[in-house]
Every structure is written in C-alpha cells, then in structure tokens.
C-alpha cells in the first residue's frame, strides 16, 4: 500500500459539501490529513459544474480517481454518466446501491447480467464500471448469495468490496477480497465494531473495530487491488475525525 492511494469517499462528508465553498474547505481538511485522492459523489451541490470542481480539486492538489453515480441513472442513461466521467478524466466508476431488488435467483440472474451491458459498454469508452455492495446482496437465492449470482453472471463487472458491508452480511471480508482477485482495483474500507455493551454493531474507523485488517490488507496486496477508499457514512458526528484516524492507522501500520 502506498500512503497516495488512500483515498476518501466524498459522500461521507454530504452535510459538509452543500454549497461549493463548502466543498473548498472540506478538500482543504482532506488535503491537511494527508489524503491526495478522493472518490466523488453524486452528495456534491448542483452548481458546482465539472470546471469548477476541476480547479478546487487541483488547487488542493486532490485526484478524482472514481466516481459513484445514481444507480438509476447508470442503468437508464450510461450514456450521461459517461461523457461525466470522460470530463472529468476518471475511468472507474462504481454502481452503489441495487435500485432494482431481485425476489428470486432468476431475477437476480437477470440484474447481473443487465450490469454485464453496462459494463461493456463502459468498456467501450475507457471506464470501468464496478460493483459496491451492501449487506442485503447477502440474501440467499438457490443456495448461493446474491453477490456470488452478480459476480458469477456479470464476468465483465468490476468489483468494489466494502468491508463492514461484507460482515454485516454474514462473510468475510478477507475471503471476498480474494474471491474477486483480478477483478477487484478499488477496496472500500470500514470498521465494524461496537460502541457501547448493549448497542447494535457501528462503523467505526479503520482499525478502531474488530475487522482483521492485517488479514484484508494482506490479500489486498496479493489480488491487486491499489486503491483503498476509505469510508464512514453513518454512525459518525465528525468524520473529519474519522477520517484522520483511518489514514494514519492505515499509514503507519501497512503503507510502505
């Protein structure tokens, strides 16, 4: 791990990012931890234009090395996320969120395959197009998972494994980072653990859960993957905070 591809996921910072001065402050906080690359988000305001997100980019010496876009929109009209991604010089986009929810293994067979268009289509025009999954593709159709029907049936489909989404539904992070070795450049990384004796399980920041990080970064190292997002969208009151403590835990303990 290089401590340049420690990357923050800008949508964990939506009630930071409402207006574009806004958005020039947080890249100025993001910049003084240490980060130097970022992974968009469709939270950023809608003034801000591509030009204009460009310049604060650069003025803080940040890169958009990926994209999350509206799952709607990349299923319907690729054609506008693509031309985005080519304005903005990024080829890896990743899809969030399932919009459509399976009721079945045939079902769940057709999404995957819906997304293995799209993601030779994306091909086609120098993007890569990923997969960022939750803990509901951790529903059981057939006896298989509906994040192994995905991959399975979606051979041109990138992955972007997200470590507490992995657990919460059940598997094990390590193992799904190597189940997608070759297939899998962007990791996102999250902590789970528990904040209090009688809560639910949280997020929390990178090394301050029970995730074995020695274990997931291992394989990450062994399976290719080169960027390491990392993320903090609920459970968090500052994640300015949350972010610094990930960045240097992953710094300090795994970047060369």
């Known amino acids: 791990m290089k401590k340049e591809n420690i990357a923050a996921q800008l949508f964990c910072f939506r009630d930071f990012i409402k207006t574009p001065q806004q958005v020039d402050e947080t890249f100025g906080k993001l910049r003084s931890i240490g980060y130097r690359q970022v992974q968009l988000t469709t939270a950023l305001p809608q003034e801000l234009s591509v030009d204009q997100l460009k ?43 399932p919009h459509i929810t399976p009721a079945d293994y045939s079902a769940a067979v057709g999404f995957a395959r819906k997304l293995n268009e799209l993601a030779l289509l994306f091909k086609e025009n120098s993007i890569t197009l990923a997969y960022h999954n939750h803990a509901r593709e951790f529903v059981r159709f057939g006896g298989k998972t509906m994040l192994e029907i995905i991959y399975d049936n979606a051979p041109e489909l990138a992955a972007e494994i997200d470590t507490f989404w992995v657990h919460a539904g059940g598997g094990s992070p390590e193992k799904w980072v190597r189940r997608t070795a070759g297939r899998m450049e962007y990791l996102h990384v999250k902590d789970y653990g528990m904040a209090k004796m009688d809560d639910a399980p949280v997020m929390m920041p990178v090394g301050y859960g029970n995730l074995d990080w020695n274990a997931i970064i291992t394989a990450a190292g062994e399976t290719g993957v080169r960027y390491f997002i990392v993320e903090h969208d609920n459970h968090v009151t500052d994640p300015f905070d949350s972010f610094d403590k990930s960045y240097r835990y992953l710094s300090e303990n795994f970047a060369e």
Do not use: C, N, Q
């Open 55 to 97: 310049k604060l980019l650069a003025k803080h010496g940040l890169t958009a090395i990926s994209a999350h876009e509206r799952s709607e929109i990349i299923f319907d009209t690729p054609e506008k996320v693509i031309d985005k991604m080519h304005a903005l010089g990024i080829t890896h986009v990743a899809y969030p969120w």
